[in-house]
C-alpha cells in the first residue's frame, strides 16, 4: 500500500449505530488531518494531529470522536449522527502539521440514514 | 481570519483551449502557504503545487503554470491546451505556519469538452 488509505469507501448508518473510519498513510509523515466535504460546503478541516498529539479541533460536535493511536493511523469515530453529517469525509498527512503539503486519500462517502 | 475566494464556480471549455482559474486569498500572517490541489471525479485531491509567501516566482509544469502576486494577493492557475482529462475541481488553499490550519477555496469545476 503507498500514500494514504481509506476504510470504508462507503458508509450508510443509521441516526442511533456506532461506527468508526479508518485512515492510514504510509508516507512517514507526522500529521494526519480529517476534513468533511459536503455538497454545499467548501472542504471543512476537523481535526489535526501531530505525532499522536490532538493539536487543533474546529469545534466539531463530540458524537465524533478523533483517535490517533501512531503517527500511521488516525480513526474517526462515529455515534448517533445526523442526517446533515452525511458527506465524504476525508483524511490527509503531511510531514509537519505547520508546513508541507497534504495528501489525501480517497474519503469515505458517509449516508446517515 | 484567513479566506480564500474562488470566483468561479463553473468554467467550461472546449478541447485546446487555454483556461485561467482564479483565487484569490485573505490573510494577516506574513508567512503562510499556498496550494493547489486537483479533485477529479474518484474524489481524492491531488496536490498539484505549493508556494511559500516569500517565493514570488511563477511556476511551469507542463501544460500547468501558476501566478503568483502578493501584491493582489492572487494565486492563479492556469491550464494550457486543455485536455478532457483536466475535468475536475480545483481548490486553492491557504496555510499559516501555525499548528496546520488550512483553510480552502469552494473550488471551480471544471469541464473541457472534445
Known amino acids: ?113 | 481570519a484567513q479566506k480564500v475566494t474562488q470566483a468561479q464556480t463553473e468554467i467550461s471549455v472546449v478541447e485546446k483551449e487555454d483556461v485561467t482559474l482564479d483565487c484569490v486569498y485573505e490573510t494577516r500572517d506574513t508567512t503562510y502557504y499556498l496550494f493547489w490541489y486537483k479533485q477529479p471525479p474518484s474524489g481524492e485531491l491531488v496536490f498539484l503545487i505549493r508556494r511559500n509567501s516569500f517565493d514570488e516566482q511563477n511556476e511551469i509544469s507542463g501544460r500547468y503554470s501558476w501566478n503568483f502576486q502578493k501584491s493582489t494577493s492572487s494565486f492563479n492557475f492556469t491550464i494550457t491546451a486543455s485536455q478532457v482529462v483536466d475535468s475536475a475541481v480545483f481548490f486553492c488553499a491557504l496555510r499559516n505556519t501555525n499548528a496546520g490550519k488550512s483553510t480552502f477555496g469552494d473550488g471551480t469545476t471544471l469541464t473541457v469538452k472534445p
Open chain 1, 1 to 113: 500500500e503507498t500514500g494514504v488509505t481509506q476504510t470504508p469507501r462507503h458508509l450508510v448508518m443509521g441516526m442511533t449505530n456506532k461506527k468508526s473510519l479508518k485512515c492510514e498513510q504510509h508516507l512517514g509523515h507526522n500529521a494526519m488531518y480529517w476534513y468533511k466535504q459536503s455538497a454545499k460546503k467548501p472542504l471543512e478541516l476537523m481535526f489535526v494531529y501531530s505525532l499522536e498529539e490532538r493539536v487543533e479541533n474546529n469545534s466539531v460536535p463530540s458524537r465524533f470522536s478523533p483517535e490517533c493511536p501512531n503517527s500511521s493511523h488516525l480513526f474517526l469515530h462515529l455515534h448517533t449522527l445526523q442526517p446533515e453529517d452525511s458527506a465524504l469525509y476525508l483524511c490527509a498527512s503531511s510531514q509537519e502539521a505547520g508546513a508541507g503539503e497534504q495528501y489525501f486519500g480517497p474519503g469515505t462517502r458517509l449516508t446517515v440514514t
